[in-house]
């Protein structure tokens, strides 16, 4: 076990000296390759791609909106309280969970849920890709809950009955049944 320990010390100083595992952003603006994905999270537990600000865009390099963009953003709030009127990370409400996500991307939204379920371009249920907006009709006539399809079936949102930011199945029948329309902002 001692020598498998220093052979990683090791491993890990090489990278280090070599610039692999840097907290900088890449100075060449290219993403970083998944050898050096991998050292860094198996020597620090933390991700690169969160690092490098290449990936600082709604949809990524492959044109679709994956992560670590707006997702892997998401995915950090998970957690977060649950309250009426927030937009910051402080505590959120569906919306402003939402308009937050999206302005720390440079993109506006309207502060409500039925406002924004008009921004961007509608997508159907079966054609929802990571990092688009899903919108539900919950126990109101009109659109009143939002939340950011993750990919999987899953969208992740701030609920007012867990009083957090969670990941939902948007499959659920639930919210399936409850569900209106997807919306995906183009990339400028």
Same mark, same amino acid.
Request: charged fraction near 20%.
């Given at each position: 076990? *001692?020598? !498998?320990?220093?052979?990683?010390? %090791?491993i890990?100083? $090489?990278?280090?000296?070599? +610039?692999?595992? /840097? ?22 537990? *933390?991700? !690169?791609r969160?690092?490098?600000? %290449?990936f600082k865009? $709604?949809?990524?390099?492959? +044109?679709?909106? /994956?992560?670590?963009?707006i997702?892997?953003?998401?995915k ?7 309250i009426?009127?927030?937009?910051t990370?402080?505590g959120?409400d ?6 937050y ?20 371009e509608?997508v159907?249920f ?23 399809y993750i ?10 009955s ?27």
């Amino acid at each position: 076990m *001692r020598i !498998i320990l220093a052979a990683l010390t %090791v491993i890990a100083g $090489l990278f280090l000296t070599a +610039g692999v595992m /840097s907290d900088e952003p890449a100075a060449s603006g290219r993403a970083p390759s998944q050898e050096k994905i991998l050292f860094y999270w198996l020597f620090t537990g *933390r991700d !690169i791609r969160q690092q490098t600000k %290449v990936f600082k865009d $709604l949809r990524g390099k492959d +044109g679709g909106q /994956s992560e670590p963009g707006i997702v892997a953003m998401a995915k950090q709030y998970l957690g977060t309280p649950y309250i009426y009127g927030g937009s910051t990370p402080d505590g959120f409400d569906c919306s402003g969970y939402l308009m937050y996500l999206f302005g720390e991307f440079g993109r506006e939204l309207p502060r409500t849920a039925d406002e924004q379920a008009t921004a961007g371009e509608p997508v159907a249920f079966e054609r929802l890709q990571p990092g688009d907006m899903v919108f539900f009709i919950t126990d109101e006539p009109f659109i009143s809950h939002s939340g950011l399809y993750i990919g999987d079936h899953r969208f992740i949102h701030a609920s007012s009955s867990a009083r957090s930011v969670i990941i939902s199945r948007i499959d659920d029948p639930y919210w399936q049944s409850a569900f209106r329309t997807g919306r995906r902002l183009s990339v400028r």
